[in-house]
Nanobody, 125 residues
Framework: QVQLVESGGGLVQAGGSLRLSCAAS????????VGWFRQAPGKEREFVAA????????YYADSLKGPFTISRDNAKNTVYLQMNSLKPEDTAVYYC??????????????????WGQGTQVTVSS
């Protein structure tokens, strides 16, 4: 069981950067695969990035590969999403999700056991 809290969102101008954090409370965080998802107004929730429990396997939405980087620090029970070269179309509520897994794979679909409350990212022109 794990609780997730996202932070780091806010208002940024186009071309700027933000680093989102997903802080987890739990005793076995290193056993959890973690994903980032986002949902813009009027749109379906979409996959952003995912990372395996060791951090050794990462996956990204095709359009975000390069500008966005997912990483984790299991010693700090935290997963990060570094977002560079932000565009207005990146505006959304960003969520992290986690699920305990039994091998080192990343999940790119949204069937996770645990979800955070979300953090708003707004990119202005």
């Amino acid at each position: 069981q794990v609780q997730l809290v996202e932070s780091g969102g806010g208002l940024v101008q186009a071309g700027g950067s933000l680093r989102l954090s997903c802080a987890a409370s739990g005793r076995t965080f290193s056993s959890y695969a973690v994903g980032w998802f986002r949902q813009a107004p009027g749109k379906e929730r979409e996959f952003v990035a995912a990372i395996s429990r060791s951090g050794g396997n990462t996956y990204y939405a095709d359009s975000l590969k390069g500008p966005f980087t997912i990483s984790r620090d299991n010693a700090k029970n935290t997963v990060y999403l570094q977002m560079n070269s932000l565009k207005p179309e990146d505006t959304a509520v960003y969520y992290c999700a986690a699920e305990e897994v039994y091998s080192d794979y990343a999940k790119t679909f949204d069937e996770y056991d645990y979800w955070g409350q979300g953090t708003q990212v707004t990119v202005s022109s």
